[in-house]
């Protein structure tokens, strides 16, 4: 125990925020990572709702979720380190930041008058549309694939060894969300079944990596998931979609 508190002493106030933890039983439950997953999941809540407000609070869950993935990094946290994880932190940070921009904008030119602060009307994407995400997901995720198993072979963990499933698990949710996030800036109904398919491997992925909070987010989210599902595309079936803002924020 002298020894446990004297290693807390040495570590900074930033290393002890992502290391700090609550005892379950055996399982030590981070606080850091239990509080970026339910911002997380207020995002999603906020997304099903159509409002802007859904991409600054990913964000910030983006942001905590990075340090979290990238503990052991850091030097403070023992579990073991999700490079791609992380690296899809950055993604989604800089594809909310579109987001954040078209559904703003298309508040303003279609939605101006609108109370209840919806921010867009969904819709399919064409044929053309998902043929080109689905292409991008495959080819992507073998790309990536090989990208984290150079960087892992760069710099092993000399105390673990990955399965063959662990780069391609990563490498298929590192996508997969891309495509959900980008998917919902636009509008999309489609996103949602991108995100039950991410949660199809990041469930299991992060349970086997003793990322637990998340696992058990990522599980009450796929319910969610199917339920935000089915309210876009009533909407969708009801509405008439948005017209394309123009970047000088003027309609044509």
């Not at 446990?4 to 609550?22: E, G, M, R, S």
């Not at 609070?57 to 340090?67: H, K, P, T, Y």
């Not at 559904?103 to 080109?132: C, M």
């Not at 109904?189 to 349970?207: Q, R, T």
Request: proline share 4%; hydrophobic share 55%.
């Amino acid at each position: 125990m002298q020894a446990l508190a004297l290693a807390d002493q040495t570590k900074n106030v930033f290393q002890q925020a992502i290391d700090a933890t609550i005892p379950i039983g055996s399982y030590q439950l981070h606080w850091l990572e239990l509080i970026g997953v339910l911002i997380g999941l207020a995002s999603a809540y906020l997304g099903m709702r159509r409002w802007v407000w859904a991409w600054p609070v990913g964000i910030l869950a983006n942001i905590m979720l990075f340090f979290v993935y990238l503990g052991a990094v850091f030097g403070a946290d023992e579990r073991i380190p999700l490079f791609g994880q992380a690296g899809r932190q950055v993604f989604f940070i800089v594809t909310s930041v579109y987001g954040w921009w078209r559904w703003s904008q298309v508040r303003r030119l279609n939605h101006a008058g609108d109370s209840s602060g919806v921010a867009i009307t969904p819709r399919w994407a064409t044929s053309r549309e998902r043929v080109a995400v689905v292409v991008f997901w495959l080819v992507g995720t073998v790309v990536v694939h090989q990208v984290f198993v150079w960087l892992w072979n760069l710099s092993p963990n000399p105390y673990f060894t990955p399965q063959w499933w662990f780069y391609w698990c990563d490498a298929w949710i590192f996508v997969g969300s891309i495509v959900a996030t980008y998917a919902m800036a636009r509008g999309w109904n489609e996103f949602w079944l991108a995100w039950i398919a991410v949660d199809l491997v990041g469930v299991p992925f992060a349970f086997a990596t003793d990322y637990v909070p998340t696992g058990v987010l990522y599980t009450f989210y796929g319910l969610f998931v199917l339920y935000g599902f089915t309210q876009w595309v009533k909407i969708s079936r009801a509405s008439v979609p948005d017209v394309e803002p123009q970047l000088t924020g003027t309609s044509s």
